[in-house]
């Protein structure tokens, strides 16, 4: 079964405290991975999607990275407005979940001024 | 570019009445997912649609259905509303069927009282 884990559930930080979130995967074939950002009670916001392996992708002071079962965001010296809910998902290749987006349950970011 | 468009932001339902949500994608996007999300089981796919045809579809009750039209505008329609059917809906546009990333509208926040 595809299916994706997300840990922590919740992270606080310092402002300027750097930490990684990590996105554990079991999918059918990998379409892509994907992260997005959650502010309460709005949509979630496109950041990146990895594709394979050893892909890395960077914003401001988010990097994404990819191996073959996980992914990990890296956030370097956070602020306080990154302060929200990120979500990992997958879509498969393959199998009854192809084509839509499996998510996880999101870790949800605090960080402190 | 205009982002991805729900109406209405906010209702409020009595139990076993109906409701329609409707989804305005990305110009030029042809497919529409939907996704519910809760506090306890995050967010779970619903269905997507495709050129009018519906490609893919979760795990939901024949309640939830949905629809596409020409000019790719969806609607979502809940019929016989549950307590549980309380929850934030939201819709995803993406290019094409197979297209990996997908943006999120800011979603519909349905009570059910």
């Known amino acids: 079964e595809d299916q994706v884990t997300q840990s922590p559930e919740a992270l606080r930080l310092q402002e300027g405290e750097s930490s990684s979130l990590n996105c554990s995967y079991t999918?059918?074939?990998?379409?892509?991975l994907f992260w997005y950002r959650q502010d309460p009670g709005k949509g979630p916001e496109f950041l990146f999607t990895l594709y394979s392996a050893g892909e890395e992708k960077e914003k401001e002071r988010l990097k994404a990275t990819l191996t073959k079962k996980e992914s990990f965001l890296h956030i370097t010296a956070p602020k306080p407005e990154d302060s929200a809910t990120y979500l990992c998902a997958v879509r498969a290749r393959r199998g009854g979940s192809q084509g839509n987006l499996i998510f996880g349950k999101g870790t949800k970011l605090s960080v402190k001024p | 570019k205009a982002g991805v468009t729900q109406t209405p932001r906010y209702l409020i339902k009595t139990r076993g009445q109906q409701v329609t949500l409707s989804c305005s994608p990305i110009?030029?996007?042809?497919?529409v997912s939907w996704y519910q999300q809760t506090p306890g089981q995050g967010l779970q796919f619903l269905f997507e649609?495709?050129?009018?045809?519906?490609?893919n579809k979760g795990n939901f009750p024949g309640r939830f259905s949905g629809r596409q039209f020409s000019n790719s505008r969806s609607e979502m329609n809940v019929s016989t509303l549950e307590l549980g059917d309380s929850a934030l809906y939201l819709c995803?546009?993406?290019?094409?069927?197979?297209?990996?990333?997908?943006?999120f509208g800011q979603g519909t926040r349905l009570t059910v009282v």
């Open positions: 110009s030029g996007h042809r497919s």
């Open positions: 649609y495709f050129s009018e045809t519906q490609r």
């Open positions: 995803a546009s993406s290019e094409g069927q197979l297209a990996t990333e997908a943006f």
């Open positions: 999918v059918s074939g990998l379409r892509g």
